[in-house]
């Protein structure tokens, strides 16, 4: 089991105050889950983190009686995520070919059934989110971040690309001239222009504050029935999400070929070198 499994923490923060072991941590509060991201230093999305988020996914879809999942870091700096662990993507030295799909098709196919969850869901968002740990918490239905958030799509930094349907589901939360701006030039926005532009939809003092909010919203929005969200939901995404699983093996190839060009596989090396000369703070 996960630790914390139905037991009522003494105030909301603990859920994510906790340093686990594991680098999810599950922990369902009546018609709340709270999934605790905590692979330190940074929470980088390689396959370790995916493996367990995609299992968390499908276990609070699994239990009876949830209708909300938040999702936030525990990590002990002030970081939600630095993004995919740029190792992944490093074709013919840190990773295979064979490595590389297992992990695109793991977490695009986690980021379409969260984008797609009939269940709320929340983004509990400390400090810094960059790139796949931006667009993680995009998929989710709503974005609360503490005030010195930093969030954004930041690929082309690196010279990537930002995925085509990772584009599309960046329109559906800002205007399109912002999509542009944000996903083009590797903008970072800080919390105020963040919210300021529908990027993320509440900002709160610190930390301590990011659960209570996520628990006022959660209880606001869950005295309504589920049937008729869920619905909507569905009418809302369902087609883009069918249309987005059926490009991801296509895409698979596309990134694949992406990586192995020669400017883009120097500029991955690069990234990579610059991070064992720092503390690892890597933005992908």
Not at 120 to 142: E, P, Q, R, V
């Amino acid at each position: 089991g996960h630790a914390g499994d139905g037991a009522e923490p003494a105030t909301a923060t603990v859920a994510c105050a906790m340093t686990a072991r594991d680098p999810v941590v599950v922990e369902v509060r009546g018609e709340v889950a709270i999934v605790n991201m905590a692979q330190e230093p940074v929470n980088l999305m390689g396959r370790s983190l995916l493996r367990p988020l995609r299992a968390a996914l499908d276990r609070v879809h699994s239990t009876k009686g949830v209708r909300c999942v938040v999702f936030c870091s525990g990590l002990k700096q002030n970081l939600f995520s630095a993004g995919f662990d740029v190792n992944e993507l490093r074709v013919g030295r840190s990773a295979t070919t064979e490595s590389f799909k297992e992990f695109w098709h793991l977490a695009n196919n986690f980021f379409a059934d969260l984008y797609n969850s009939p269940l709320i869901t929340i983004s509990a968002i400390k400090g810094k989110c960059f790139a796949g740990g931006c667009f993680m918490s995009l998929c989710c239905d709503f974005r609360i971040a503490t005030q010195d958030a930093v969030l954004g799509l930041n690929e082309v930094q690196i010279g990537l690309p930002v995925p085509k349907m990772w584009l599309e589901v960046l329109d559906s939360r800002v205007t399109r001239r912002e999509t542009e701006r944000l996903a083009m030039t590797a903008h970072m926005p800080k919390a105020e222009e963040a919210l300021r532009i529908g990027l993320i939809d509440k900002i709160v003092l610190d930390e301590s504050e990011l659960l209570p909010a996520a628990d006022a919203l959660s209880m606001r929005l869950l005295r309504h029935p589920d049937m008729g969200r869920v619905l909507t939901k569905k009418a809302l995404r369902g087609d883009m999400v069918e249309r987005w699983k059926a490009f991801i093996p296509e895409e698979t190839e596309i990134v694949l070929g992406n990586t192995q060009s020669k400017l883009i596989s120097s500029n991955l090396d690069r990234v990579v070198a610059a991070l064992g000369r720092r503390k690892p703070s890597a933005k992908l």
